[in-house]
């Protein structure tokens, strides 16, 4: 078993690493931790061997990250996503993200979450576009996030050249993906097609190409955190997967996660510590029932109550991205 703190090398030289950091957690949406604190939760686990750590411009926790790397002497692996769909939002979303972390490069920037062919054609100048940076040195690689097989499918065909060219949903610009960073989470909560067996086979076959697959939601958005060791050791028999984004709250979170990485056994205060308890969406009672959660919720796990909007526990993956469009500011991942 690969140690998180040894980076792998893909065939293009993108280093990766078994376990990063997914700093959604520590978001306004979610913790909303302080920004000193969330650097000094980054720097520890970066000193104990996580190098990659994931965000996006919707987490809007930028600045934590810009505290982290400007205290930090080594180099951290950043990767950041963005909506955007065009040329001109990409390189705006672009130039925010190096502004607001103070960087001049961005390691890998991604596409976030394409729901499916349609909307990767939908965005094809913005891929354009991140090729483009890439191209000039602004950023080192570019990639897809998903919750959708159909997307992972899609861009493994491209690479492979199998995929017929479509004049409605012309996809072919998407050959030139480095990395995709689909759901994998062994449950398949979140997913908005097909089965988790089924994304795993995708994900499988668009490594065969060259791709680098990072995956996200091991935990399922907490729904797997009962049986956290079991989750991790069967992600980590899926050798398609070069690395994997776990959000952590705690020091005692990250030595447990980095203890099951490296095939040991964690110490027990961490353990004992860390002991999963479930994670819950709340909607208080500032909800005004505007429906933004109910538009923006992929799912399909928000709905309008009768008082106030209303989860279905059994479809949320617990993303928070509903509460990044509440102005309400109603809703809460606890």
């Not at 650097?39 to 411009?57: N, V």
């Not at 990767?120 to 891929?127: I, K, M, S, T, Y």
């Not at 996660?257 to 004992?272: I, Q």
Request: glycine share 8%; net charge neutral.
């Amino acid at each position: 078993m690969t140690n998180s703190d040894q980076p792998l090398q893909t065939k293009d030289g993108l280093p990766v690493f078994r376990l990063g950091y997914g700093t959604l957690t520590l978001a306004k949406s979610q913790k909303n931790l302080a920004v000193s604190a969330a650097a000094d939760l980054f720097s520890y686990a970066f000193e104990r061997g996580i190098k990659w750590f994931d965000t996006a411009e919707l987490y809007d926790n930028y600045e934590q990250l810009a505290r982290f790397l400007k205290e930090t002497s080594g180099q951290p692996f950043i990767s950041t996503k963005s909506y955007a769909f065009d040329r001109k939002g990409l390189n705006a979303s672009l130039d925010a993200a190096r502004r607001r972390l103070g960087v001049e490069t961005i390691d890998l920037f991604m596409l976030h979450e394409q729901v499916d062919k349609k909307t990767l054609a939908g965005h094809r100048e913005a891929f354009k576009a991140l090729l483009d940076a890439k191209e000039k040195g602004i950023v080192r690689y570019v990639g897809v996030s998903t919750h959708a097989v159909s997307v992972v499918t899609s861009i493994a065909d491209e690479v492979s050249l199998k995929a017929s060219l479509d004049p409605d949903f012309d996809t072919s610009i998407y050959r030139h993906t480095d990395v995709l960073f689909p759901l994998l989470s062994q449950s398949g909560y979140g997913l908005l097609d097909g089965t988790a067996s089924e994304m795993a086979k995708a994900a499988a076959e668009a490594a065969k190409t060259g791709i680098t697959v990072l995956g996200m939601k091991l935990f399922g958005g907490g729904h797997l955190l009962y049986k956290r060791e079991a989750v991790v050791a069967d992600a980590l028999s899926q050798s398609f997967v070069s690395a994997w984004s776990v959000g952590m709250g705690s020091i005692s979170e990250i030595e447990t996660n980095l203890a099951w990485f490296k095939g040991e056994t964690p110490d027990r205060r961490w353990l004992d510590a860390s002991a999963a308890l479930p994670r819950r969406l709340q909607v208080t009672d500032d909800c005004t029932r505007c429906g933004r959660c109910v538009a923006r919720c992929n799912s399909g796990a928000m709905r309008l109550g009768a008082y106030t909007a209303v989860s279905d526990p059994e479809k949320c993956t617990l993303c928070s991205y509903c509460a990044s469009v509440c102005e309400d500011m109603a809703i809460k991942i606890f």
